[in-house]
C-alpha cells in the first residue's frame, strides 16, 4: 500500500502563501486519485480538493475555488497544493489522501490512504 508524507506546513500572515506537496512511497502512485482534506481545532475532517490521477479531472470545495490550486506530477510521484491569499479560517491540519484508481471523489470514506498531516496557521 502506497505511503503519504506531507511538507510544507508553517506560520503565515493572512494573505500570504503556502505550497503543500505530498509524497508517495512508490510509482504506482500515478494511478491514485490524490485528495487534499484539513481538520481545523474541533471541527470535522472537510475535503478541499482532488484530482485525478491524469489530471483530467480536478475538484474543488466550493471554500476554496479561486484560491488553491492542485496539480500532481506523476514523474516525481508527488500532489500540491498552492494556497494564496491565506485567511486566518483557513488555519488547520492538511492531510492528502489516496484512493486507488476511480473517480475524484469529496468524500473522505473513500479513500484509503491517509498521510499524517501538516499544521497550516494563518495569523491574523
Known amino acids: 500500500q502506497v505511503q503519504l508524507v506531507e511538507s510544507g506546513g508553517g506560520l503565515v500572515q493572512a494573505g500570504g502563501s503556502l505550497r503543500l506537496s505530498c509524497a508517495a512511497s512508490?510509482?504506482?502512485?500515478?494511478?491514485?486519485?490524490v485528495g487534499w482534506f484539513r481538520q481545523a481545532s474541533g471541527k470535522e475532517r472537510e475535503f478541499v480538493a482532488t484530482?485525478?490521477?491524469?489530471?483530467?479531472?480536478?475538484v474543488y470545495a466550493d471554500s476554496v475555488k479561486g484560491q488553491f490550486t492542485i496539480s500532481r506530477d506523476n514523474v516525481k510521484s508527488t500532489v500540491s497544493l498552492q494556497m494564496n491569499s491565506l485567511k486566518p479560517e483557513d488555519t488547520a491540519v492538511y492531510y492528502c489522501?489516496?484512493?486507488?484508481?476511480?473517480?475524484?471523489?469529496?468524500?473522505?470514506?473513500?479513500?484509503?490512504?491517509w498521510g499524517q498531516g501538516t499544521q497550516v496557521t494563518v495569523s491574523s
Open positions: 512508490d510509482r504506482t502512485f500515478t494511478t491514485y486519485v
Open positions: 484530482i485525478s490521477w491524469i489530471a483530467y479531472i480536478i
Open positions: 489522501a489516496a484512493r486507488r484508481l476511480g473517480t475524484p471523489t469529496r468524500y473522505k470514506e473513500e479513500y484509503d490512504t
